[in-house]
């Protein structure tokens, strides 16, 4: 059933937009007034999550990557979202500024800075040394590995189904229990069935940006209390929030074309120029030698790291790192399938198996060779002790310390904590974004979702993050967000067969329109032939 609209936006369909407020409320008074004992059950549902169940996440990534491959470059590569004359809405540069920038945050210039210390210290694999050569190398790797394809695939995942039901099946709304319909049938995704998946979505995502938020706040904080002079007080990482909250509420109520795609623009270009000055005036050398080196070993170990569960040393490295990052790219899963589908309009499958795919892995990989090498250089050439000042200090005064070392640094510095900022409000701006799509009736056309369904999303994240961070309560909630990648998983799985069984039924009319451009080419062919012959 459609919903009614008025004007351009979307009216709020209350039957997700409240139980969605009720269970955070509750989850997070939960956590805060049993926080203990919250703390510990959250603890053993993780370590099952990521220990019993790690295979799990392990499988279900290298099946996303195939999945994604062979809807690009299989029989259904040319289906296009919205039909075969749908036309782009937003231009490949945006579209890839708007991507890329909703689904990655701040943390990843905080880990882009520090991942490779954890393996340099603690490498994976029997027989690596820690310190070694052979450590670093592997250290410059993994982190490229875990911000790579897989995590790239698993935020396309959903956006294939999500948008065919949108935009060529003409669903009313853009929601992961709209994706699962064609298994759950449309009747159970509009009643309680597809309103708790919902809601699980949401869920998933409140924990994760909440998370993104808090761990960028320390680094930021840090950032500006040196820029500032001043003493970095909790009032200072208070203030970041409050900034930043009004940051992306803004630019989420601005809307998706003068607000989201405006902040990613600016901060793509950003991003770009801050790149650039420390890989000219950097050690450029080591940087393309060691990110050319981090491919060969990334490209020959691939399908090692894809399965590495380590079930006789039980090192824990896959457990706690790459399950641990799959799970966190997959509570982002449905909420990057959403915003990705509602942005790609007239894209085919292939355009987004491939550009998703290879710009968002290149983008990261481009931080990782820049800011992880230049750290690591400084470290092994024993000019800033990046390791020294992460177990003495904290990993946030090691990685403005870095920023201190660096060519340009009063450049850089400022520029970094713009990026610092707009990145991870163009994260929860769009996440905003795509809880008020989840919550509106009907949003096609141009309708927006309502102005205040959008504003108070926006606020509410913010607010979360900060009364947990003031409690520090933010641990249970990242958990939290991660245990509830497993039923997702299985969401996902199911808006997987949906999209095939769509697919299939469709296919008659697909081939039918392809057999009909084809005659069509042939007839022009035929002709153009006549006419030269005459
Ligand atoms: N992922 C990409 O804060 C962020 O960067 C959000 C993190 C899932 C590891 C995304």
Redo the contacts with the bound molecule.
């Keep these: 059933m459609a919903g009614k609209t008025s004007g351009t936006s979307a009216e709020i369909d209350k039957g997700i937009f409240l139980p969605g407020i009720i269970t955070i409320l509750a989850v997070v008074v939960f956590m805060i007034v049993f926080e203990e004992s919250s703390k510990k059950v959250i603890d053993v549902v993780f370590n099952f999550c990521t220990d019993q169940l790690g295979s799990l996440y392990l499988w279900f990534g290298a099946f996303a990557l195939g999945f994604c491959g062979w809807l690009g470059f299989g029989r259904y590569g040319n289906v296009r979202l919205g039909g075969p004359d749908a036309k782009p809405e937003f231009s490949r540069w945006s579209w890839i500024a708007m991507f890329f920038c909703s ?6 210039i905080y ?1 882009a800075t520090i991942e490779w210390t954890y393996y340099y210290t603690s490498p994976p694999f029997a027989g690596i040394e820690a310190k070694s050569q052979a450590a670093a190398q592997w250290a410059a790797m993994y982190p490229i590995y ?2 790579g394809p897989i ?1 790239w695939v698993l ?1 396309l995942l959903c956006a294939f189904p999500i948008g065919y039901a949108y935009y060529n099946r003409n669903m009313p709304s853009l929601r992961l229990s709209t994706g699962c319909a064609g298994v759950i049938g449309e009747k159970n995704a509009k009643n309680g069935i597809g309103k708790f998946i919902d809601i699980l979505m949401i869920f998933g995502l409140v924990g ?2 909440g ?2 938020l808090a ?2 706040t320390p680094m930021l904080a840090e950032a500006v209390s040196q820029m500032l002079g001043v003493a970095h007080t909790p009032m200072v990482d208070m203030a970041v929030v409050v900034v930043w909250t009004a940051l992306f509420t803004t630019s989420v109520t601005l809307g998706l074309k003068k607000g989201i795609k405006v902040l990613s623009d600016i901060n793509v270009i950003a991003v770009f120029v801050l790149c650039a000055i420390i890989f000219v005036f950097g050690p450029t050398a080591f940087l393309i030698s060691m990110f050319t080196d981090s491919m060969g070993l990334m490209l020959d170990n691939f399908a090692r790291m894809s399965f590495y569960t380590d079930p006789v040393g039980r090192s824990m490295f896959p457990q706690w790192w790459t399950i641990f ?1 799959w799970a ?2 997959i ?2 899963g449905p909420y990057m399938g959403i915003f990705i589908a509602r942005i790609s309009k007239g894209r085919t499958f292939r355009d987004l198996a491939v550009t998703v795919t290879l710009a968002g892995a290149g983008g ?1 990989a481009l931080f990782f060779m820049v800011f992880g090498n230049t750290a690591m250089y400084y470290e092994l050439n024993n000019i800033y002790p990046v390791l020294a000042t992460i177990k003495d200090q904290s990993a946030s005064a090691a990685i403005l310390g870095v920023l201190h070392q660096m060519p340009l640094w009063y450049v850089v510095l400022p520029l970094f904590v713009l990026v610092g900022f707009v ?2 409000a163009t ?1 929860v701006d769009s996440s905003a974004y795509a809880i008020a799509v989840v919550a509106s009736k009907d949003t096609h056309g141009d309708h927006e979702p309502n102005l205040v369904n959008r504003a108070f999303w926006a606020i509410a994240l913010g607010a979360i993050a900060l009364v947990l961070m003031k409690l520090g309560g933010l641990g249970p909630l990242k958990t939290a967000s991660i245990v509830v990648s497993v039923p997702l998983i299985v969401l996902m799985g199911i808006s997987v067969v949906s999209l095939l069984r769509w697919l299939k039924e469709d296919q008659a009319d697909l081939v039918h329109a392809k057999s009909t451009v084809i005659a069509e080419r042939n007839k022009k062919a035929t002709a153009a032939a006549e006419e030269t012959k005459n």
């Design positions: 689904g990655i945050g701040t943390s990843l880990w875990h911000w995590g935020y994760g940006t998370t993104s761990s960028g990052y966190w790219w509570a982002y990261c990145y991870s994260t």
